[in-house]
């Protein structure tokens, strides 16, 4: 099994910063990519950023020039620096990893979300 903690998240106003951590731990033999989604209430989840092994990343329209990904591979942790943080970036985030582990079979894990609220 492969684990995601998060961490980073609170409350903070306009204009403000936040950064998100995510650690993976156990059976891991290699994680491919690590990306973070958010879901706000009554709306689906949707991918906020993805990093992946070489380093190429992807990001929501709605977040460029504003949030960076990053990860150490030697940590297993992915982060997720947010500058000029909106109201409507107000949202529960989920840290995701997929990759191979010990045994070679593909996982695909989540993490237990860490609420990210803007205010005006």
């Known amino acids: 099994q492969v684990q995601l ?11 403000g910063s936040l950064r998100l951590s995510c ?14 989604y958010r879901q706000a209430p009554g709306k689906q989840r949707e991918l906020v950023a993805v990093i992946h092994r070489g ?12 949030f960076t990904i990053d990860r150490d591979n030697a940590k297993k942790t992915v982060y997720l620096q947010m500058n000029s943080l909106k109201p409507e970036d107000t949202a529960v985030y ?11 079979r ?4 989540w993490g237990q979300g860490t609420q990210v609220t803007v205010s005006s």
Do not use: H, P
């Open 5 to 15: 903690v998060e961490s980073g998240g609170g409350l903070v106003q306009a204009g």
């Open 23 to 36: 650690a993976a731990s156990g059976s891991i033999f290699r994680i491919n990519a690590m990306g973070w």
């Open 55 to 66: 380093g190429s990343t992807n990001y929501a329209d709605s977040v460029k020039g504003r």
């Open 94 to 104: 989920y840290c995701n990893a997929e990759g191979l582990d010990r045994n070679v």
């Open 106 to 109: 593909r996982f695909d894990s």
